[in-house]
């Protein structure tokens, strides 16, 4: 059962959330051939301070793409 987990600093309204999630799961359906009810997303909304220290704790063999912006630099 694939899941798939979204950390962003907060600011984004419900009815965007929601277009990213749905938005994610469509693409790892098409991408895994699995049934839609097997896909779950969640989100995290992490602060713009403690962006650095979060990302810091995802271990590199987790980290697929790892961004290369300050966290004042994004939205």
């Known amino acids: 059962m694939p899941h798939i987990a979204i950390a962003m600093i907060p600011g984004r309204d419900e009815a965007t959330k929601q277009r990213l999630a749905e938005r994610m799961r469509s693409a ?3 991408e895994l051939g699995v ?3 097997w896909v779950s997303v969640s989100l995290h909304e ?3 301070e ?3 220290d979060v990302m810091e704790q995802t ?3 987790a980290m697929l793409i790892r961004a290369n912006i300050q966290p004042e630099e994004g939205r």
């Open 28 to 30: 790892l359906i098409d």
């Open 35 to 37: 049934p839609e009810n």
């Open 46 to 48: 992490i602060a713009r």
């Open 50 to 52: 403690n962006w650095q």
């Open 59 to 61: 271990g590199d063999e």
